[in-house]
């Protein structure tokens, strides 16, 4: 049971370049969710989903895009890459809200 | 404003002591807490939970304290262990979902 699994694990842009971070989960979890998480700020909220098919902003939805075309799948995009992006993003799913989340590896991105 | 802050950055304790990492939180609509432990270079895994119509809540090794009129939470790990070592954070929930992480404590576990 893979849990959630997030790809690519490491990637460095360009200012400017675009690109997708695809997270997918194996526990038909309603809820999935977008964090990035920057030193000594905790986690925060990106976007999230309810739902196949649905998303909403978080707390720090400014330079990104996310979809949800299936369940078991949310995707994170960065249409033009910006060096305050450089972070690490975390992927998580739960079965509802109020509840527990499960979490991806990570992915590490640099923008120079 | 809402907020989920931690005293301590840093805790160093000697293996097969108990662990004590608190948290103090602002929003008294919160009614549900995590703690995660998130080791280096992997993603946070739940560790503990409770919700506001609790005060206590233990777990294998772990217990969970919740304070409301002080809005404080706290960990306790007992009898730590080296594998113990990795940053621990306190999350809130309000209902729905939005959980407000905190910035997180590193926890030393001195062999």
């Known amino acids: 049971n893979a849990g959630v699994t997030q790809t690519p694990k490491f990637r460095v842009l360009k200012t400017g370049q675009s690109m997708t971070l695809l997270c997918a989960q194996d526990?038909?979890?309603?809820?999935m969710y977008w964090y990035r998480q920057d030193p000594g700020m905790g986690l925060r909220l990106i976007h999230y989903?309810?739902?196949?098919?649905?998303?909403a902003k978080g707390e720090v939805p400014d330079g990104y895009n996310v979809s949800r075309l299936k369940k078991q799948n949310f995707l994170l995009g960065l249409e033009s890459a910006a060096p305050s992006q450089t972070s690490v993003y975390f992927c998580?799913?739960?079965?509802?809200?109020?509840?527990?989340?499960?979490f991806g590896q990570g992915t590490r991105l640099t923008v120079v | 404003g809402e907020s989920v802050g931690l005293h301590l950055p840093t805790l160093s304790v000697q293996e097969g002591d108990n662990s004590i990492i608190n948290c103090a939180y602002s929003?008294?609509?919160?009614?549900?807490f995590i703690w995660y432990k998130q080791e280096s270079g992997k993603g946070p895994q739940f560790i503990i939970d409770?919700?506001?119509?609790?005060d206590k809540r233990q777990g294998q090794r772990v217990t969970v304290l919740l304070n409301k009129t002080v809005k404080h939470l706290s960990l306790q790990i007992a009898a730590t262990q080296p594998g113990d070592s990795a940053v621990y954070f306190c999350?809130?929930?309000?209902?729905?979902?939005?959980?407000?992480f905190g910035a997180g404590t590193r926890l030393f576990v001195k062999a």
């Open positions: 409770i919700r506001s119509n609790m």
């Open positions: 929003n008294s609509a919160s009614d549900y």
């Open positions: 998580a799913s739960s079965p509802r809200g109020n509840t527990e989340a499960f």
């Open positions: 989903s309810v739902g196949e098919g649905t998303t």
């Open positions: 526990m038909n979890h309603e809820y």
């Open positions: 999350a809130e929930n309000s209902g729905g979902f939005k959980t407000i």
